[in-house]
Protein backbone atom coordinates (compact mmCIF):
# COMPACT_ATOMS: atom_id res chain seq x y z
CA UNK A 1 0.00 0.00 0.00
CA UNK A 2 1.19 3.40 -0.57
CA UNK A 3 1.75 5.85 1.82
CA UNK A 4 -0.01 9.65 2.21
CA UNK A 5 3.15 11.42 1.24
CA UNK A 6 3.97 8.61 -1.78
CA UNK A 7 0.53 9.81 -3.03
CA UNK A 8 1.28 13.43 -3.59
CA UNK A 9 3.81 13.37 -6.15
CA UNK A 10 2.65 12.63 -9.89
CA UNK A 11 4.29 10.79 -12.33
CA UNK A 12 6.24 13.60 -14.97
CA UNK A 13 4.16 13.89 -17.90
CA UNK A 14 6.53 13.04 -21.28
CA UNK A 15 9.39 15.58 -21.89
CA UNK A 16 9.25 16.96 -18.64
CA UNK A 17 10.76 16.36 -15.00
CA UNK A 18 8.84 15.40 -12.35
CA UNK A 19 7.68 18.16 -9.64
CA UNK A 20 10.70 17.71 -7.05
CA UNK A 21 12.63 16.71 -9.08
CA UNK A 22 15.39 18.99 -9.56
CA UNK A 23 14.81 18.82 -5.11
CA UNK A 24 15.26 15.06 -5.31
CA UNK A 25 19.09 15.40 -7.37
CA UNK A 26 20.17 18.15 -4.54
CA UNK A 27 19.18 15.58 -1.49
CA UNK A 28 20.69 12.69 -3.61
CA UNK A 29 23.95 14.26 -4.48
CA UNK A 30 24.46 14.91 -0.92
CA UNK A 31 24.18 11.96 0.86
CA UNK A 32 25.82 10.48 -2.30
CA UNK A 33 28.99 13.04 -1.28
CA UNK A 34 28.55 11.52 2.17
CA UNK A 35 28.45 7.90 1.72
CA UNK A 36 31.72 8.00 -1.05
CA UNK A 37 33.46 8.34 2.00
CA UNK A 38 32.90 4.97 2.87
CA UNK A 39 33.02 3.73 -0.96
CA UNK A 40 36.39 4.30 -1.59
CA UNK A 41 37.94 3.53 1.30
CA UNK A 42 36.61 0.02 1.56
CA UNK A 43 37.82 -0.57 -1.92
CA UNK A 44 41.16 0.32 -1.72
CA UNK A 45 42.37 0.62 2.13
CA UNK A 46 40.36 -3.05 2.35
CA UNK A 47 42.64 -4.94 0.03
CA UNK A 48 45.49 -3.99 2.66
CA UNK A 49 43.58 -5.01 5.81
CA UNK A 50 42.99 -8.43 4.39
CA UNK A 51 46.36 -9.12 3.41
CA UNK A 52 47.41 -7.98 6.97
CA UNK A 53 44.68 -9.81 8.95
CA UNK A 54 44.89 -13.01 6.23
CA UNK A 55 48.97 -13.32 6.57
CA UNK A 56 48.97 -13.37 2.96
CA UNK A 57 48.85 -11.30 -0.50
CA UNK A 58 46.71 -13.33 -2.16
CA UNK A 59 43.94 -12.84 0.12
CA UNK A 60 44.41 -9.25 -0.88
CA UNK A 61 40.65 -8.73 -3.01
CA UNK A 62 38.84 -10.79 -0.56
CA UNK A 63 37.72 -7.25 0.69
CA UNK A 64 36.70 -6.62 -2.61
CA UNK A 65 34.94 -9.87 -3.17
CA UNK A 66 32.85 -9.55 0.15
CA UNK A 67 31.49 -6.19 -1.16
CA UNK A 68 31.13 -6.86 -4.25
CA UNK A 69 29.27 -9.90 -3.40
CA UNK A 70 26.80 -8.41 -0.70
CA UNK A 71 26.27 -5.77 -3.76
CA UNK A 72 25.15 -8.59 -5.79
CA UNK A 73 23.07 -10.42 -3.23
CA UNK A 74 21.47 -7.08 -2.26
CA UNK A 75 20.73 -5.00 -5.43
CA UNK A 76 17.37 -7.14 -6.69
CA UNK A 77 15.86 -7.26 -2.72
CA UNK A 78 16.84 -3.58 -2.74
CA UNK A 79 14.62 -2.73 -5.52
CA UNK A 80 12.12 -4.97 -4.42
CA UNK A 81 11.91 -2.42 -0.77
CA UNK A 82 11.87 0.22 -3.29
CA UNK A 83 9.07 -0.76 -5.18
CA UNK A 84 7.42 -1.72 -1.40
CA UNK A 85 8.45 1.04 0.67
CA UNK A 86 9.94 3.45 -1.82
CA UNK A 87 13.61 4.92 -2.83
CA UNK A 88 13.84 7.02 0.80
CA UNK A 89 12.94 3.51 2.71
CA UNK A 90 15.04 1.32 0.86
CA UNK A 91 18.46 3.90 0.64
CA UNK A 92 18.30 4.85 3.89
CA UNK A 93 18.30 1.25 5.34
CA UNK A 94 20.78 0.49 2.97
CA UNK A 95 23.13 3.41 4.15
CA UNK A 96 22.74 2.50 8.16
CA UNK A 97 23.80 -1.04 7.18
CA UNK A 98 26.77 0.50 5.37
CA UNK A 99 27.50 2.35 8.51
CA UNK A 100 27.63 -0.89 10.71
CA UNK A 101 29.78 -2.58 8.34
CA UNK A 102 32.66 0.41 8.44
CA UNK A 103 32.36 0.52 12.62
CA UNK A 104 32.92 -3.18 12.56
CA UNK A 105 35.98 -2.97 9.37
CA UNK A 106 37.34 -0.86 12.46
CA UNK A 107 36.42 -3.74 15.01
CA UNK A 108 37.81 -6.38 13.04
CA UNK A 109 41.22 -4.75 12.61
CA UNK A 110 41.23 -4.23 16.24
CA UNK A 111 40.58 -7.65 17.50
CA UNK A 112 42.94 -8.56 14.37
CA UNK A 113 39.92 -11.08 12.81
CA UNK A 114 40.52 -11.68 9.38
CA UNK A 115 36.81 -13.23 9.13
CA UNK A 116 34.83 -10.76 11.12
CA UNK A 117 36.51 -7.87 8.77
CA UNK A 118 34.85 -10.23 5.55
CA UNK A 119 31.45 -9.88 7.30
CA UNK A 120 32.09 -6.44 8.05
CA UNK A 121 32.97 -5.49 4.21
CA UNK A 122 29.88 -7.82 3.22
CA UNK A 123 27.99 -5.07 5.81
CA UNK A 124 29.92 -2.30 3.80
CA UNK A 125 28.95 -3.81 0.42
CA UNK A 126 24.86 -2.98 1.21
CA UNK A 127 26.25 0.99 1.34
CA UNK A 128 27.84 0.51 -2.73
CA UNK A 129 24.85 -1.27 -3.49
CA UNK A 130 22.82 1.59 -2.27
CA UNK A 131 24.86 4.22 -4.36
CA UNK A 132 24.35 2.18 -7.23
CA UNK A 133 20.07 2.22 -6.64
CA UNK A 134 20.76 5.98 -6.29
CA UNK A 135 21.70 7.35 -9.35
CA UNK A 136 19.05 5.06 -11.07
CA UNK A 137 16.53 6.51 -8.19
CA UNK A 138 17.97 9.95 -9.78
CA UNK A 139 16.36 9.22 -13.44
CA UNK A 140 12.79 8.23 -11.31
CA UNK A 141 11.53 11.57 -12.42
CA UNK A 142 13.89 12.37 -15.43
CA UNK A 143 12.06 14.63 -18.37
CA UNK A 144 12.96 12.57 -21.86
CA UNK A 145 16.66 12.99 -23.21
CA UNK A 146 17.98 13.78 -19.63
CA UNK A 147 18.70 10.25 -17.91
CA UNK A 148 21.82 10.08 -18.70
CA UNK A 149 22.67 13.53 -17.45
CA UNK A 150 20.50 13.39 -14.45
CA UNK A 151 22.23 10.03 -13.23
CA UNK A 152 25.74 11.31 -13.79
CA UNK A 153 25.09 14.60 -11.74
CA UNK A 154 24.54 12.30 -8.66
CA UNK A 155 26.99 9.80 -9.47
CA UNK A 156 29.40 13.10 -9.99
CA UNK A 157 28.83 13.88 -6.57
CA UNK A 158 29.97 11.12 -5.05
CA UNK A 159 33.43 12.35 -6.24
CA UNK A 160 33.58 14.77 -3.54
CA UNK A 161 33.67 12.00 -0.87
CA UNK A 162 35.22 8.97 -3.16
CA UNK A 163 37.98 11.10 -3.63
CA UNK A 164 38.53 12.34 0.18
CA UNK A 165 38.42 8.88 1.80
CA UNK A 166 41.04 7.38 0.15
CA UNK A 167 43.16 10.87 1.39
CA UNK A 168 42.15 10.35 4.37
CA UNK A 169 44.37 6.98 4.89
CA UNK A 170 47.29 9.26 6.50
CA UNK A 171 45.37 11.35 8.70
CA UNK A 172 43.05 8.45 9.51
CA UNK A 173 46.32 6.36 10.37
CA UNK A 174 47.11 9.11 12.55
CA UNK A 175 44.00 9.41 14.32
CA UNK A 176 43.93 5.60 14.47
CA UNK A 177 47.55 5.10 16.32
CA UNK A 178 45.92 8.13 19.12
CA UNK A 179 43.02 5.89 19.60
CA UNK A 180 45.48 2.23 19.83
CA UNK A 181 43.92 1.08 16.74
CA UNK A 182 45.94 -0.09 13.61
CA UNK A 183 46.29 2.73 11.52
CA UNK A 184 45.24 0.31 8.16
CA UNK A 185 41.41 0.98 9.71
CA UNK A 186 41.37 5.27 10.54
CA UNK A 187 39.91 6.07 6.98
CA UNK A 188 37.00 3.94 8.16
CA UNK A 189 36.33 6.00 11.25
CA UNK A 190 35.31 8.60 8.86
CA UNK A 191 33.66 6.24 6.71
CA UNK A 192 31.15 5.23 9.20
CA UNK A 193 30.32 8.73 10.39
CA UNK A 194 29.76 9.64 6.62
CA UNK A 195 27.07 6.97 5.94
CA UNK A 196 25.47 7.79 9.06
CA UNK A 197 25.09 11.50 8.01
CA UNK A 198 23.75 10.20 4.44
CA UNK A 199 21.07 7.87 5.86
CA UNK A 200 19.80 10.91 7.98
CA UNK A 201 19.87 13.31 4.85
CA UNK A 202 17.82 10.85 2.52
CA UNK A 203 15.84 10.05 5.35
CA UNK A 204 14.42 13.57 6.13
CA UNK A 205 14.94 15.24 2.56
CA UNK A 206 14.12 12.93 -0.10
CA UNK A 207 9.83 13.83 0.10
CA UNK A 208 7.69 13.25 -1.82
CA UNK A 209 9.38 10.35 -2.51
CA UNK A 210 10.27 9.94 -6.11
CA UNK A 211 8.70 5.97 -6.56
CA UNK A 212 5.06 7.61 -5.54
CA UNK A 213 2.59 5.22 -7.42
CA UNK A 214 4.99 3.76 -9.90
CA UNK A 215 4.90 0.08 -8.07
CA UNK A 216 0.83 0.41 -9.31
CA UNK A 217 1.59 1.42 -12.75
CA UNK A 218 0.06 -0.87 -15.78
CA UNK A 219 2.40 -3.71 -16.57
CA UNK A 220 4.59 -3.06 -13.63
CA UNK A 221 6.73 -5.70 -12.54
CA UNK A 222 8.22 -6.66 -9.17
CA UNK A 223 12.05 -6.65 -8.73
CA UNK A 224 12.97 -10.47 -9.57
CA UNK A 225 15.72 -12.33 -11.00
CA UNK A 226 13.36 -13.64 -13.22
CA UNK A 227 11.64 -10.06 -13.78
CA UNK A 228 14.94 -8.56 -14.77
CA UNK A 229 15.79 -11.22 -17.22
CA UNK A 230 12.60 -10.92 -18.97
CA UNK A 231 12.75 -7.11 -19.39
CA UNK A 232 16.36 -7.50 -20.52
CA UNK A 233 14.77 -10.07 -23.26
CA UNK A 234 12.04 -7.65 -24.30
CA UNK A 235 14.02 -4.77 -25.12
CA UNK A 236 16.50 -5.79 -27.49
CA UNK A 237 20.37 -3.69 -26.74
CA UNK A 238 19.76 -3.50 -23.29
CA UNK A 239 21.92 -6.54 -22.46
CA UNK A 240 25.35 -5.23 -23.93
CA UNK A 241 24.11 -2.48 -21.61
CA UNK A 242 24.23 -5.05 -18.70
CA UNK A 243 27.56 -6.83 -20.29
CA UNK A 244 29.33 -3.33 -20.26
CA UNK A 245 28.74 -1.95 -16.53
CA UNK A 246 29.95 -5.41 -15.12
CA UNK A 247 32.99 -5.73 -17.70
CA UNK A 248 33.84 -2.71 -16.94
CA UNK A 249 33.42 -2.80 -12.89
CA UNK A 250 35.12 -6.07 -12.75
CA UNK A 251 38.26 -4.03 -14.73
CA UNK A 252 37.90 -1.23 -12.46
CA UNK A 253 37.81 -3.55 -9.27
CA UNK A 254 40.14 -5.86 -10.14
CA UNK A 255 43.59 -3.45 -10.71
CA UNK A 256 42.34 -0.40 -8.78
CA UNK A 257 42.25 -2.90 -5.28
CA UNK A 258 45.54 -4.33 -6.57
CA UNK A 259 47.61 -1.48 -7.11
CA UNK A 260 47.43 -0.56 -3.04
CA UNK A 261 49.34 -3.47 -3.28
CA UNK A 262 52.03 -3.24 -6.11
CA UNK A 263 52.68 0.52 -4.68
CA UNK A 264 54.09 -0.79 -1.47
CA UNK A 265 55.90 -2.93 -3.14
CA UNK A 266 57.35 -0.39 -4.78
CA UNK A 267 57.72 1.61 -2.48
CA UNK A 268 59.98 -1.29 -0.99
CA UNK A 269 57.48 -1.69 1.88
CA UNK A 270 58.55 -4.51 3.98
CA UNK A 271 56.93 -7.89 3.34
CA UNK A 272 54.97 -8.90 6.91
CA UNK A 273 55.12 -5.28 8.02
CA UNK A 274 51.99 -3.01 8.30
CA UNK A 275 52.60 -0.08 5.82
CA UNK A 276 53.56 2.91 7.04
CA UNK A 277 51.94 6.29 7.07
CA UNK A 278 53.70 7.98 4.21
CA UNK A 279 53.78 4.32 2.16
CA UNK A 280 49.41 4.98 3.09
CA UNK A 281 49.70 9.15 2.16
CA UNK A 282 51.18 8.10 -1.57
CA UNK A 283 48.71 5.12 -2.07
CA UNK A 284 45.84 7.22 -0.47
CA UNK A 285 46.92 10.03 -3.59
CA UNK A 286 47.37 7.82 -6.14
CA UNK A 287 43.57 6.34 -5.37
CA UNK A 288 42.33 9.53 -4.74
CA UNK A 289 43.17 10.32 -8.79
CA UNK A 290 41.87 7.49 -9.75
CA UNK A 291 38.60 7.79 -8.30
CA UNK A 292 38.63 11.69 -9.58
CA UNK A 293 38.80 10.21 -12.69
CA UNK A 294 35.42 7.72 -12.21
CA UNK A 295 33.45 10.68 -10.77
CA UNK A 296 34.72 14.11 -11.46
CA UNK A 297 33.98 14.48 -15.28
CA UNK A 298 30.21 12.44 -14.68
CA UNK A 299 28.44 15.17 -16.00
CA UNK A 300 30.83 15.60 -19.17
CA UNK A 301 29.97 11.88 -20.06
CA UNK A 302 26.62 12.05 -19.31
CA UNK A 303 25.69 14.67 -21.84
CA UNK A 304 28.65 12.75 -24.08
CA UNK A 305 26.14 9.78 -24.06
CA UNK A 306 23.31 11.46 -24.69
CA UNK A 307 24.61 13.03 -27.67
CA UNK A 308 26.95 10.41 -29.42
CA UNK A 309 24.16 7.28 -28.71
CA UNK A 310 25.52 3.64 -27.03
CA UNK A 311 27.39 2.34 -29.26
CA UNK A 312 29.58 4.91 -29.85
CA UNK A 313 29.44 5.54 -26.05
CA UNK A 314 30.25 2.35 -25.25
CA UNK A 315 32.46 1.47 -27.80
CA UNK A 316 35.16 4.87 -26.55
CA UNK A 317 34.43 3.13 -22.75
CA UNK A 318 36.84 0.39 -24.27
CA UNK A 319 39.04 2.74 -25.98
CA UNK A 320 39.97 3.98 -22.59
CA UNK A 321 40.06 1.02 -20.51
CA UNK A 322 42.81 -0.19 -23.26
CA UNK A 323 44.57 2.71 -22.76
CA UNK A 324 45.27 2.79 -19.14
CA UNK A 325 46.35 -0.87 -19.58
CA UNK A 326 48.87 -0.02 -21.82
CA UNK A 327 50.23 2.52 -19.37
CA UNK A 328 50.61 0.12 -16.76
CA UNK A 329 52.20 -2.24 -19.10
CA UNK A 330 54.59 0.07 -20.05
CA UNK A 331 56.03 1.32 -16.93
CA UNK A 332 54.56 -0.84 -13.89
CA UNK A 333 57.27 0.69 -11.63
CA UNK A 334 56.91 4.13 -12.44
CA UNK A 335 54.86 6.08 -9.79
CA UNK A 336 53.70 8.69 -11.97
CA UNK A 337 53.07 6.30 -14.62
CA UNK A 338 50.67 4.14 -12.55
CA UNK A 339 48.89 7.42 -11.33
CA UNK A 340 47.79 8.57 -14.54
CA UNK A 341 47.00 5.43 -15.66
CA UNK A 342 44.66 4.73 -13.09
CA UNK A 343 43.20 8.14 -13.39
CA UNK A 344 42.29 6.87 -17.05
CA UNK A 345 40.92 4.09 -15.96
CA UNK A 346 38.70 5.62 -13.67
CA UNK A 347 37.84 7.79 -16.83
CA UNK A 348 36.91 4.74 -18.65
CA UNK A 349 34.82 3.22 -15.75
CA UNK A 350 32.56 6.54 -15.47
CA UNK A 351 32.02 5.74 -19.68
CA UNK A 352 31.00 1.94 -19.28
CA UNK A 353 28.97 2.25 -15.73
CA UNK A 354 26.99 5.80 -17.14
CA UNK A 355 26.99 4.77 -20.42
CA UNK A 356 25.52 0.65 -19.83
CA UNK A 357 23.30 2.20 -17.07
CA UNK A 358 21.66 4.71 -19.67
CA UNK A 359 21.07 1.98 -22.08
CA UNK A 360 18.92 0.29 -19.86
CA UNK A 361 16.85 2.76 -18.64
CA UNK A 362 16.40 4.21 -21.88
CA UNK A 363 15.54 0.71 -23.78
CA UNK A 364 13.52 -0.93 -21.04
CA UNK A 365 9.95 0.26 -20.44
CA UNK A 366 9.22 2.38 -17.47
CA UNK A 367 6.93 -0.84 -15.66
CA UNK A 368 9.71 -3.05 -16.05
CA UNK A 369 12.50 -0.64 -15.37
CA UNK A 370 13.05 -0.89 -12.05
CA UNK A 371 13.55 -4.93 -12.17
CA UNK A 372 16.30 -4.36 -15.02
CA UNK A 373 17.85 -1.85 -13.03
CA UNK A 374 18.08 -4.18 -9.80
CA UNK A 375 19.52 -6.71 -12.52
CA UNK A 376 22.04 -4.34 -13.78
CA UNK A 377 23.03 -3.67 -10.13
CA UNK A 378 23.80 -7.52 -9.18
CA UNK A 379 25.54 -8.11 -12.40
CA UNK A 380 27.35 -5.24 -12.13
CA UNK A 381 28.74 -6.09 -8.65
CA UNK A 382 29.10 -9.69 -9.40
CA UNK A 383 31.71 -8.39 -12.01
CA UNK A 384 32.88 -7.00 -8.85
CA UNK A 385 32.85 -10.83 -7.04
CA UNK A 386 34.79 -12.22 -10.07
CA UNK A 387 37.66 -9.49 -10.08
CA UNK A 388 38.24 -9.93 -6.35
CA UNK A 389 38.23 -13.57 -6.34
CA UNK A 390 40.99 -13.54 -9.79
CA UNK A 391 42.81 -10.55 -9.07
CA UNK A 392 45.12 -11.00 -6.04
CA UNK A 393 45.61 -15.01 -7.64
CA UNK A 394 46.68 -12.79 -10.75
CA UNK A 395 49.24 -10.52 -9.13
CA UNK A 396 50.86 -13.56 -7.24
CA UNK A 397 51.17 -15.36 -10.49
CA UNK A 398 51.56 -12.89 -13.19
CA UNK A 399 52.32 -9.81 -11.47
CA UNK A 400 50.95 -6.27 -12.32
CA UNK A 401 51.57 -6.69 -15.86
CA UNK A 402 50.04 -9.57 -16.01
CA UNK A 403 46.61 -8.30 -14.19
CA UNK A 404 46.95 -5.25 -17.19
CA UNK A 405 47.13 -7.54 -19.58
CA UNK A 406 44.05 -9.62 -18.92
CA UNK A 407 42.20 -5.91 -18.49
CA UNK A 408 43.29 -5.54 -22.29
CA UNK A 409 41.89 -8.43 -23.08
CA UNK A 410 38.42 -8.12 -21.91
CA UNK A 411 38.18 -4.63 -23.13
CA UNK A 412 39.30 -6.03 -26.72
CA UNK A 413 36.36 -8.86 -26.33
CA UNK A 414 33.39 -6.19 -25.52
CA UNK A 415 34.52 -3.82 -27.93
CA UNK A 416 33.78 -6.68 -30.65
CA UNK A 417 30.57 -7.54 -28.42
CA UNK A 418 29.77 -3.93 -28.98
CA UNK A 419 30.51 -3.73 -32.50
CA UNK A 420 28.13 -6.86 -33.76
CA UNK A 421 25.30 -6.28 -30.93
CA UNK A 422 24.82 -2.51 -30.69
CA UNK A 423 22.83 -1.10 -33.69
CA UNK A 424 25.02 2.44 -34.52
CA UNK A 425 22.39 5.47 -33.85
CA UNK A 426 20.08 5.71 -37.35
CA UNK A 427 21.74 1.94 -38.27
CA UNK A 428 21.54 -1.57 -37.99
CA UNK A 429 24.33 -3.96 -35.93
CA UNK A 430 26.03 -6.42 -37.53
CA UNK A 431 24.34 -8.86 -36.03
CA UNK A 432 20.80 -7.80 -37.91
CA UNK A 433 22.75 -7.60 -41.15
CA UNK A 434 23.57 -11.10 -41.28
CA UNK A 435 19.49 -12.12 -39.85
Not at 377 to 394: F, I, N, Q, T
Request: charged share 10%; aromatic share 4%.
Amino acid sequence: MSSPEQSLAPAPRVGQAAPGHAKHLWVLACAQILSGLGNGAGLALGALLASDLGGTEALGGTVSVAISLAGMLVAIPLARLAVNRGRRFALTSGYLTGAVGAFGMIFAAGIRSYPLLLVAAALLGVAAATNLQARFAATDGSGEGRRARDLSMVVWALTIGAVVGPSLAGPGANVAAALGLPVSAGAFIFSAIGLVLAAALVFVGLRPDPLAGRAAMPGASKPSLAAGIAALRGAPGSGVGVAVVAAGHACMVAVMSMTTIHLTHVHHQVAGQPPSAHVLTLVGLTLSGHIAGMYAFSPLVGWAVDRMGPRASLLTAQAIFAASAILCLIKPEDQTVVSIALFVLGVAWSFSSIGGSAVVTELVPQGQRIAAQGLTDACMSAGGVLAGLGSGVLLEVLGYRGLNAASLTLAALMAAVILVRVRPRGGVSAAQKTA
